[in-house]
């Protein structure tokens, strides 16, 4: 059975950082694009980063460019979003997500494999 399970969200304060986690079980992460989404209340949910299998390079949203970085851990078959920088606008409910066709898009139907999710809250 394929499971994505995420962690590492919690409270931090404006300027702050969090780090999350996104453990695969079931199958190698390593042969899957990997996205991390997010869904604020009220609002579609977003594609936040993604990384390909080639892992050479990952993409992110242009609201985080800059703060976040997505990167992977084969031995231990995680990927991690190092948030810094947290801003208000930043807080949601935060999703890793992966696909077997090597796709990197901020269109969440392009992904078939899905976490429960992590809630991320940046207030003072």
């Known amino acids: 059975q394929l499971q994505l399970v995420e962690s590492g969200g919690g409270f931090a304060q404006p300027g702050g950082s969090l780090r999350l986690s996104c453990v695969a079980s079931g199958f190698t992460l390593d042969y899957y694009a990997i996205g991390w989404f997010r869904q604020a209340p009220g609002k579609e949910r977003e594609g936040v980063s993604c990384i390909q299998i080639s892992g050479s390079s990952s993409v992110y949203a242009d609201s985080v460019r800059g703060r976040f970085t997505l990167s992977r851990d084969s031995a231990k078959n995680t990927v991690y979003l190092q948030m810094n920088v947290l801003k208000p606008e930043d807080t949601a409910v935060y999703y890793c997500?992966?696909?077997?066709?090597?796709?990197?898009?901020?269109?969440?139907?392009?992904?078939?494999?899905w976490g429960q999710g992590t809630q991320v809250t940046v207030s003072s």
């Open positions: 997500a992966a696909n077997e066709w090597d796709l990197c898009s901020s269109d969440a139907s392009m992904f078939n494999h």
